[in-house]
């Protein structure tokens, strides 16, 4: 598969359609089986889980509700951890197993912000699914439930996630070249 190019860097083939499909089906037998008889509330993470979501739902089978949040790092402060939220999550989340679905999780920053604001709606439980993980990075005492795959520390792009608000439409994740 053939390299693409995005703004001014190059990026490689990473993980491929085929090996993300097979990794969602997982991913959703082990949430179908870990939350059987459970009510729960899928909290997808606008914009990056929107692909991954939307292949990962097809294949659940629990009973839930679905309402997408949308969280955002202040430009230029994302080492500060200020993170602003522009859609919360609703308070009917109160009483379910509340997921939340990212594409990728970095630092953990953002899940800083999110976690307790998911907490405060009262739900039985809070866990977190995310396709993508940078485990050496990771700096939170919650853990990740439902983890894809745990890759190294290479930028990332592609099915859903963006350089510069580009690339979120590849079919695959590419990770940046060195040329
Ligand atoms: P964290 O708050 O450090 O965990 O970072 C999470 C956010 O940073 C993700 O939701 C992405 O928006 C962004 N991010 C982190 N690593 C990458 C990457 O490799 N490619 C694209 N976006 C990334």
């Excluded at 939350?35 to 292949?55: E, N």
């Excluded at 230029?76 to 990212?102: C, F, H, N, Q, R």
């Excluded at 912000?113 to 739900?123: A, L, Y």
């Amino acid at each position: 598969m053939e390299n693409v190019k995005i703004k001014d860097k190059t990026f490689k083939v990473y993980l491929n359609n085929s090996q993300i499909q097979t990794e969602i089906q997982r991913l959703a037998g082990e949430i179908n089986a870990r939350c059987a008889g459970k009510k729960v509330t899928f909290l997808p993470v606008l914009s990056g889980s929107f692909l991954f979501f939307a292949d990962l739902i097809k294949h659940i089978k629990v009973e839930h509700e679905i309402y997408f949040v949308k969280y955002k790092s202040y430009s230029g402060t994302d080492s500060t951890g200020i993170v602003d939220a522009m859609l919360p999550p609703p308070a009917s989340i109160k009483g379910t197993t509340a997921i939340i679905v990212e594409d990728i999780v970095d630092t953990g920053t953002t899940l800083k912000t999110i976690v307790p604001d998911v907490q405060k709606s009262g739900p039985d439980a809070v866990k977190i699914c995310s396709l993508l993980l940078k485990p050496d990075k990771y700096d939170f005492a919650f853990s990740v439930d439902f983890t894809g795959f745990e890759i190294e520390n290479d930028f990332v792009v592609g099915y859903g996630l963006d350089y510069d608000e580009a690339g979120r439409n590849l079919r695959h994740i590419y990770k940046l070249t060195n040329s």
